[in-house]
């Protein structure tokens, strides 16, 4: 692992910065040296080293619901010693492996997989199988892996048309196990495997859970063997690290998983070590930060140059915007800077549709180009067209950046657009786990920042506790429902308009 500091951003040779083998590029932000000092100042006030050897030793940096966020654990292959309030979490992650690795060589004529999770028990699996598929030469199982989230029956038709109940699996995922999209999921493909005529042994050996809740596991008729655990101290945005993550040791083998830990570990162990001058995530932070600060930017964009990353800014929404979408910090006093909202898609599409607006639009809307060196494809066609790919990825950012005058108002770009190019050697598992948490440790060195607890979401259950009520009365059918304490008026005539 190499690394060169920011000396002088004006100057493209010397705005460069290395972390496993992952290139930043910050030329584009438009930071001179003193700007770069004083971010650096913000930092140590804000204590953020501290706060990163507090993450990693297990202290309860999660104070709203008192406890750690030790994901890093679940990535730690070297099996150090991790300790949570005096014990070492290390030999209960590790056999979750050993059982992980077991399972991969006993499925033998699976030909389908469901999983059934939402948000953090969705976003990462579903991202990693999507990426690793286009990784030339890798060797599946041939199983098809069915992500199952929405609880729109759409989705679950479409899964159940495809899949053979006979040689079906089922992996139900989610941390408390009361999740409701998720049990109301599980339950219909339950009914699918009776419907075909699965015998109650065939049923219960196609079912698998991973929750932090066993009980629940168990109550809900999986057995003991079948459930795997994850702790209470892994957020579900945090959680891929983890049995979470199953269906990509199962896709791809368990070497595969390994290597996808053993990238985000590297990335974890130049987090916890490097100077702030060299740290790839506390140097995206500030960035974001100082744009934040000088050009008062309230969204940013994710473009990954690759196909293969399609589901990335899908992931990074829930990354960025459930752990530090706050109004509040952590002494609960109103915040001036929290997350800006996150968008992207792969490019070059993304230049044919809203990059007319990244250009010439009135808003500031930083970008991270996410580029790879190597094609991810052993097409015949491959290096041209990888070779036009990162031209254009190249050619947008330096056309945002400087702009371009015109005697045409029309034909004026206003330029100033900052970007950060980020540069992968190759995409596969190591390097897709390496970016996967360059941007988790982003995110908390963000929160550190803006003093705002990255750990916990309470906005996402009170549209949960309000749905319960509405959902009661959308079941009464024709009769009136008036506005009450929990239905307002004008939810009350919805309800009205969907009954009638």
């Known amino acids: 692992m190499t690394s060169r500091p920011l000396q002088n951003p004006d100057n493209p040779t010397n705005s460069t910065f290395t972390a496993v083998d992952v290139v930043l590029d910050t030329a584009y932000q438009h930071i001179d040296a003193a700007e770069w000092?004083?971010?650096?100042?913000?930092?140590?006030?804000?204590?953020?080293?501290?706060?990163?050897?507090?993450?990693?030793?297990?202290?309860?940096?999660?104070?709203?619901?008192?406890?750690?966020?030790?994901?890093?654990?679940?990535?730690?292959?070297?099996?150090?010693?991790?300790?949570?309030?005096?014990?070492?979490?290390?030999?209960?992650?590790?056999?979750?492996?050993?059982?992980?690795?077991?399972?991969?060589?006993?499925?033998?004529?699976?030909?389908?997989?469901?999983?059934?999770?939402?948000?953090?028990?969705?976003?990462?699996?579903?991202?990693?199988?999507?990426?690793?598929?286009?990784?030339?030469?890798?060797?599946?199982?041939?199983?098809?892996?069915?992500f199952l989230a929405n609880i729109d029956t759409a989705e679950l038709a479409r899964i159940l048309d495809r899949a053979q109940p006979n040689s079906t699996r089922v992996i139900i995922v989610s941390k408390s196990f009361t999740t409701l999209e998720t049990t109301m999921n599980a339950k219909a493909v339950v009914n699918w495997l009776k419907d075909n005529d699965c015998t109650k042994g065939q049923i219960a050996n196609s079912l698998f859970a991973v929750t932090a809740n066993v009980p629940a596991a168990k109550e809900f008729g999986i057995e003991e063997d079948n459930i795997y655990p994850f702790w209470?101290?892994?957020?579900?945005?945090?959680?891929?690290?983890?049995?979470?993550?199953?269906?990509?040791?199962?896709?791809?083998?368990?070497?595969?998983?390994?290597?996808?830990?053993?990238?985000?570990?590297?990335?974890?162990?130049?987090?916890?070590?490097?100077?702030?001058?060299?740290?790839?995530?506390?140097?995206?932070?500030?960035?974001?930060?100082?744009?934040?600060?000088?050009?008062?930017?309230?969204?940013?964009?994710?473009?990954?140059?690759?196909?293969?990353?399609?589901?990335f800014p899908k992931w990074l929404q829930q990354l960025d915007m459930e752990s530090n979408g706050k109004s509040v910090d952590r002494n609960g006093k109103p915040v001036k800077y929290s997350s800006p909202v996150v968008f992207g898609s792969t490019g070059s599409n993304a230049q044919h549709s809203y990059f007319q607006l990244l250009h010439q639009g009135p808003d500031i809307i930083p970008i991270d180009f996410i580029a790879v060196r190597k094609p991810m494809s052993e097409r015949p066609e491959a290096i041209a067209h990888h070779r036009i790919l990162l031209a254009n990825c190249l050619a947008q950012a330096q056309a945002l950046a400087h702009g371009k005058t015109a005697d045409n108002p029309n034909h004026v770009y206003p330029g100033n657009r900052p970007s950060n190019l980020l540069l992968l050697p190759e995409l596969n598992a190591f390097y897709l786990g390496a970016l996967l948490a360059l941007y988790e440790n982003r995110a908390a060195t963000l929160g550190a920042l803006w003093n705002i607890n990255s750990f916990d979401q309470p906005g996402v259950e009170y549209g949960k506790v309000l749905a319960k009520p509405i959902e009661k009365a959308l079941v009464s059918g024709s009769d009136p429902i008036q506005a009450n304490d929990d239905i307002d008026a004008v939810t009350a005539a919805r309800i009205n308009l969907l009954n009638s």
């Open 37 to 146: 000092k004083k971010l650096f100042s913000v930092a140590k006030k804000s204590k953020v080293k501290e706060f990163i050897a507090d993450m990693f030793a297990g202290k309860h940096i999660n104070f709203s619901e008192d406890r750690p966020a030790l994901h890093s654990a679940l990535r730690n292959l070297s099996k150090s010693p991790v300790f949570l309030d005096g014990i070492d979490v290390m030999p209960a992650i590790a056999d979750v492996w050993r059982r992980i690795d077991a399972l991969c060589n006993k499925w033998v004529g699976v030909t389908d997989v469901i999983h059934i999770g939402i948000g953090g028990s969705d976003f990462g699996p579903r991202l990693a199988i999507e990426a690793l598929a286009h990784v030339p030469g890798i060797e599946s199982r041939g199983m098809r892996m069915h």
């Open 232 to 311: 209470d101290w892994v957020g579900g945005r945090y959680s891929v690290w983890s049995a979470v993550g199953l269906p990509i040791a199962l896709q791809y083998g368990f070497k595969t998983f390994e290597e996808f830990l053993a990238g985000a570990h590297a990335m974890d162990l130049h987090f916890k070590n490097a100077p702030l001058e060299e740290n790839l995530p506390v140097i995206m932070a500030l960035a974001l930060l100082h744009q934040q600060q000088k050009q008062g930017i309230t969204a940013y964009a994710a473009i990954p140059y690759a196909d293969a990353l399609d589901a």
